[in-house]
């Protein structure tokens, strides 16, 4: 998988790498602190009760405690105070990682099992989040099946993606860098497969990759038919070792005669793969569910060609 690993910087949470992370960290500390203190004082005090004021001889008794204004009003007002105050940091942090900043890059996302796709302004699409360093950049994004939740760690920005509505959220990455981006809902079988990566460029580079309409290095058809294999999810049906998923195996595949449900047969050649990615429908293998999504719209004629290429090699 192309999809690079989560950076830990320190025992309690990844790397924080964008402008909002650490505001969002704050607030999480905060309120970690807050618990730890109150945690233990209350433990604290209850355990040294227990031993010190334990009943030591048969007929002891208790002795009547009476009520204390002034201990009432402290722990009313008190924690009121430290509610209010976690309230503020709340609410702001809430509205900063939700207001997109007007000058913000829109990108629209499309999640569909099990696999992301970007939409540039300019009509460029991408299976892989590519963003300049140092601009905000607005995501909205829905849904063509289930309800799938977009997260990057290291952003500190997560949102649900829903079909029939449309969800935003927005961040800016301050460096050069990959990060991980995953589906944190789980959506089916291949939920786990449902990763890519925010790759942030510096301005002139994205710009040149934007121009050229999405393409960074030249890869052979068979790696960039791998890197589309593995970046739209397709592995979360079928495997390429044989072992039976939701759909068939991609092992020995090509060339192969597959019976057809409902009657007849087809052989594997590069029409079969290219009208099984378009129109999956059209012919199942028999035996399997009619569940595939289609690629229509979201791979270009070279990217199938591709696909097939590295069809060809999964032996
Ligand atoms: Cu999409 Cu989990």
Same mark, same amino acid.
């Given at each position: ?5 989560? &950076? ?58 009476? &009520? ?64 300049? &360093? ?24 997560? &949102? ?156």
């Amino acid at each position: 998988m192309s999809t690079p690993s989560i &950076q830990v910087d320190s025992f309690w949470l990844p790397k924080a790498s964008s402008t909002i992370a650490p505001s969002i960290d704050s607030a999480y500390y905060l309120v970690y602190w807050v618990s730890l203190f109150f945690f233990l004082l209350i433990v604290g005090l209850m355990v040294y009760s227990a031993i010190r004021f334990r009943r030591r001889r048969e007929d002891q008794v208790g002795r009547r405690v009476r &009520q204390s204004l002034a201990l009432e009003l402290a722990w009313t007002i008190i924690p009121g105070i430290m509610l209010m105050v976690l309230f503020a940091v709340g609410v702001t942090g809430f509205v900063d990682s939700r207001v997109a900043p007007g000058n913000a890059l829109e990108v629209q996302v499309t999640a569909q099992m099990y696999s992301w796709n970007f939409t540039y302004p300019n009509g460029t699409t991408s299976a892989e989040l590519v963003v300049p &360093q140092g601009r905000p950049v607005k995501l909205v994004m829905s849904s063509t099946d289930t309800i799938h939740s977009f997260w990057v760690p290291e952003f500190r920005i997560k &949102q649900d993606v829903v079909p029939g509505m449309y969800t935003s959220i927005w961040f800016e990455a301050p460096e050069v860098m990959k990060a991980a981006l995953l589906c944190t809902e789980y959506c089916g079988v291949g939920h786990s497969t449902m990763t890519t990566t925010v790759n942030v460029m510096d301005a002139a580079k994205f710009k040149t990759w934007l121009d050229n309409g999405g393409t960074e290095v030249e890869l052979s058809p068979v790696e960039a038919g791998k890197k589309i294999f593995a970046e739209r999810g397709c592995g979360g049906c079928h495997s390429t070792n044989g072992t039976r998923m939701v759909g068939p195996s991609m092992k020995g595949l090509w060339g192969h005669t597959a019976e057809i449900e409902g009657g007849g047969s087809a052989k594997v050649d590069e029409n079969y793969i290219r009208e099984s990615l378009l129109t999956p429908g059209a012919k199942v293998v028999k035996g399997y569910p009619n569940v595939m999504p289609t690629f229509q719209g979201l791979l270009k004629d070279k990217d199938i060609d591709a696909v097939i290429a590295y069809l060809k090699t999964v032996e």
